[in-house]
Antibody, heavy 121, light 107 residues
Framework: QVHLVQSGAEVKKPGASVKVSCKTS????????ISWVRQAPGQGLEWMGW????????NYAQKLQGRITMTTDTSTSTAYMELRSLRSDDTAVYYC??????????????WGEGTMVTVSS | DIQMTQSPSSLSASVGDRVTITCRAS??????LNWYQQKPGKAPKLLIY???SLQSGVPSRFSGSGSGTDFTLTISSLQPEDFATYYC?????????FGQGTRLEIK
């Protein structure tokens, strides 16, 4: 079975950084990409960016450019998302989701359980 | 960037009803449209991909249609477990934008 297991909840102060992990299992990590999606409390879904499991190339949402870095560790089939210079409006549940390559059009078929990140002084 | 607009934002219906949710893209996205269901405190679940393809394991009462800019999600006969929030998402280009969501409530 395919699983994406995320790291635990985080509480950060404004200006700090957070790094969320997404450990995958049950499929060939390098054959798929990973997208990251966040959801602020009571709000909708926001796509943050994508990373290839094969090459590690990335595509980020423009509004997060300069603050976000996505990486992978193919030896452990794990994806990471780091967000820097945190602000209160970064408070959200952060999800990783299995995606295809950037040219894929098939949707996000498997999701992690989500990681709550709270930014508060 | 492509903008996705869903309607209605919320909807009240009864068990057994037929329900339709609409999603409109700000430009043509061919058939690259996906639908998700999300229940409170849970991750979204993929229901429909490529506008009309049913994801494995999803009940056949869910169906999708459309192409270009206008799409619909139909639930043929609402079941108690279908009361949730539904999102459309375009996968034509990045950013892979979502609609704002449609909350389906029990009447």
């Amino acid at each position: 079975q395919v699983h994406l297991v995320q790291s635990g909840a985080e509480v950060k102060k404004p200006g700090a950084s957070v790094k969320v992990s997404c450990k995958t299992s049950g499929y060939t990590f390098t054959s798929y990409g990973i997208s990251w999606v966040r959801q602020a409390p009571g709000q909708g879904l926001e796509w943050m960016g994508w990373i290839s499991g094969y090459i590690g190339n990335t595509n980020y949402a423009q509004k997060l450019q300069g603050r976000i870095t996505m990486t992978t560790d193919t030896s452990t089939s794990t994806a990471y998302m780091e967000l820097r210079s945190l602000r209160s409006d970064d408070t959200a549940v952060y999800y990783c989701a299995r995606d295809g390559e950037l040219s894929s059009h098939d949707g996000f078929d498997i999701w992690g359980e989500g990681t709550m990140v709270t930014v508060s002084s | 960037d492509i903008q996705m607009t869903q309607s209605p934002s919320s909807l009240s219906a009864s068990v057994g009803d037929r329900v339709t949710i609409t999603c409109r893209a700000s430009q043509s996205i061919s058939s690259y449209l996906n639908w998700y269901q999300q229940k409170p405190g849970k991750a979204p679940k993929l229901l429909i991909y490529a506008a009309s393809s049913l994801q494995s394991g999803v009940p056949s009462r869910f169906s999708g249609s459309g192409s270009g800019t206008d799409f619909t999600l139909t639930i043929s006969s609402l079941q108690p477990e279908d009361f949730a929030t539904y999102y459309c998402q375009q996968s034509y280009s990045t950013p892979r934008a979502f609609g704002q969501g449609t909350r389906l409530e029990i009447k």
